[in-house]
Structure formats: C-alpha cells, structure tokens
C-alpha cells in the first residue's frame, strides 16, 4: 500500500509537470498567431500616424526604425543623488537614455563568484526611469520604457585614485580603481571575500523599433481582446511588447517575444514521462497486472500507462486551449466515468437493474416478472443472482491512467491563471 501511494503520488507530480510544459506552449502559439494576424504598420510620424492610431485603438502596432526620444541622467537628476560620489568617473555632462542603473555586486570566496546585491555601505542598487520617452511620435507606457535594451556607460579613473583601506572610509570614485568599464573596491584582477564593484548602465537612445498596443495616445502592453478569458474568469492572457534598438521587423520582434519552439518543449515532456513512468512502476510493483505484458519486470508493465497518459496530457492541452467550453464538459464527463471504472463499477449490472426497473414500470405488475431461475438479465432476484463478472485490471489501470491525464490537464491551467492574475496585480502595485 505504501509503494501504491507514493506511485500515485509520482504520477500526480509528473502529470503536473507534463500539463504545464504542454499549457505554456499551447499559450505561447495562441498569443503569438493571434498578435501576428493583428499587428498593424504605422509609420514613425506626420499625419498618417495620427489617423492610423485614431483607427486602430487599442489595436497591437508595430514601429520599425524611429527615432528615441530620453532623458538626460546626471548627478542631479531625481534618485541619482548618489552619482555625487562618482563624479570625475563618470562623463561630466551625464549621460542620455531611457533609464539609468546603478549596479551592485559583491564577491563570494565560497562560491568563486560575483553576485548582485543590493545595498552596500554607502552605496545602493538604483533604477530610474526617464519620464516621456517617445519612439516617433508615441509616448512610451513605463513597462515598455523599463524593457528598452540598454548599455554599459564607460568609466575613467580619477587621477586622484588611491588605494582604500579595508573597510575604511566610503566607496566612491576616489578609492575604487576603475577597470573593463567598472570600478572596484580592490584588486580586480585577484578579488577577496567583501570586495565590491559597480558599474553604471543606461537605456539606448538612438532609433528603436517597437511592438506594443496604442491606448491613450501611448504606447503599451498588448493583450489580445480574443484571448482574455476565454480559458479561465480569472485567467488574463500574458502581456506583450517589446522595443528594440535599431530597425527590426515585426517578424523579429515577435520572435524575440516568444522565443519558444517546439523543440524546447521535448525535454521536460522527456523528465515528465520519465516521472509518470517511475510513478506506474511503483504502483504496479505491488499488484501483477498482466505479467508477461511487455515482459515481466514492472517498470516493463508500467511503460503502456506511461506512453497513453503522457500523449493524453499533450492533447488534452492542446484541445483545451484551442476549444475550452467543449474540452471542459468533455473532460468532466469522460474523468467521472473513467474513474468510475477503475474502481470496477459494474455498468453491466446497472444496466440490467435500469432495464428490470423500466420493465416493472411498464407493466405495473411485478408478480409477473420472470423468477431468479430463470431471469436472463442476471440480476438480484431475492437471494441469488447471476453475476455478469467485473472488468479485468488491465482495463482499470488503463481506465485510472487516462483519467489521471484528463484531470490533471485541466487544473493547472487554472493555476497558471492565477499565477499570471497575482502576477499583474504585483505588477500594478510596483509601479504605482
């Protein structure tokens, strides 16, 4: 009994798996096919962009090549206050971009690496945005402008450099040795355990292209009107858009945005069947189930069950996604029957009890009924029936494995709908 729960339970697990691999891709298809059948070209500026954005509001648009407008980043700038003790490093006149970054990382002997942090004595991680960017003529929302590629800012070092003290004074221009575009805090070519370095990165400003909704009289994510809550109340689809520096196609851009074949998807269908096959084998150690199937070892027995239950997960997905009202009445349908006959309910015998119930109903005269000796139904009949026999085990375990797939195809995408639901309200909560 142990071995058969925790199989059912490594079952659970790799259904689980499967179902997301197969629902992520199926929505990453749908999103991509319905932007690439909406997208509309409008040029960078002059009237006919107007007209064009008045038309198609709300519509998924599509920018190649225009010129970016940014922001000017200095010591002065709001929230960069702290570029006060970089100064003679960094270039005089600032810097121009979409946003700015102030990044931190911190050396780790154990690990043998640098990693990001946050805040450090005097210094801290910074992100700022440039306020009214515009690609063309369109204002870009701030998750568009936050997503913009970016670039190091070159670094110079200060001729007054000396070398600091261990954990003496604060960190700034005058004691952080400037090297491959970053300052440091020691020797960057042998750091130590605590040594810091920082390094300044800014928003491209140059021409972009872009791939975003118009709403607003602004440039922002896209979500398909067809596909919001056809899969789910709760579920609204991803949101896309990108900008790209340089002139990029539409084409390119949606690749950029969903960067998913369907040979990425192979490998964890690969570590899911492997799990469900694992899974089977552990159920079906403690029960032989027709032994000289597939030889007579139980991961051998258990390899059909796999094979049917991972392929009934992939299509269940695909069919659910692409016809959700009908995948949903069919699958509770055909789960509730299916789990009804692995645990061996005998329709057989409900049936002839329905006929035997009808026939006593038409003729309102059950004296007359046929006795038990001679009954061809093989129901009860006082004391004695004949029994019409209950279905072999090699059908209920085939039954149990393609109800498992049916279930577990359907509530993940109900989960996946919630993460993506809290996700966007975490989003709205960040920027506002």
Known sequence: RLLMVAGGFTILVGCHLLSANEDFFQLRGLEVAEAERRFVEVPCQGADAARLTERHEGSLVHLQGCDVAGQNFSQDTAGLSLLYAFRGSLPPEGVTGTWFRVNLEQFSVGAGMWRPIQEVENLRYISVLARGVRVGDFRLSDPLTASM????????????????????????????????????????????????????????????????????????????????????????????????SGSVSATELLSKIAPFSEADVWPMRCIGF????????????????????????????????????????????????????????????????????????????????????????????????????????????GSSFTDPGGLSRTIRMAAMATGVGIVMAGPVVRALALVDLFGDYYDAISLN
């Open 149 to 244: 590629p970016g670039s190091i800012v070159p670094v110079v070092q200060r001729p007054d450099y000396h070398k600091r003290k261990r954990n003496h004074g604060a960190l700034d221009a005058r004691n952080m040795q400037a090297h491959d575009m970053m300052l440091y805090s020691g020797n960057p070519q042998w750091p130590v355990e605590g040594d810091v370095r920082v390094w300044f990165t800014v928003g491209d400003a140059g021409r972009a292209s872009a791939l975003a909704a118009w709403s607003g009289e602004r440039l922002d994510l896209w979500r398909s009107p067809n596909l919001r809550g056809d899969f789910d109340p709760l579920a609204p689809p991803r949101k896309l858009g990108i900008v790209a």
């Open 274 to 381: 492997a799990i469900v096959w694992c899974g089977f084998s552990l159920f079906l150690f403690p029960n032989h189930v027709v032994p000289d199937l597939c030889g007579a070892c139980c991961c051998c027995r258990s390899f059909p069950c796999a094979v049917v239950t991972t392929a009934l997960v992939a299509g269940l997905s695909a069919f659910y996604f692409h016809n959700p009202m009908a995948a949903t009445a069919i699958a509770a349908t055909a789960a509730a029957v299916l789990f009804a006959v692995a645990s061996d309910v005998n329709f057989r015998r409900m049936w002839k009890k329905w006929k035997r119930a009808r026939l006593r109903r038409k003729s309102k005269e059950a004296l007359l009924l046929p006795s038990a000796s001679g009954n061809p139904d093989g129901v009860y009949s």
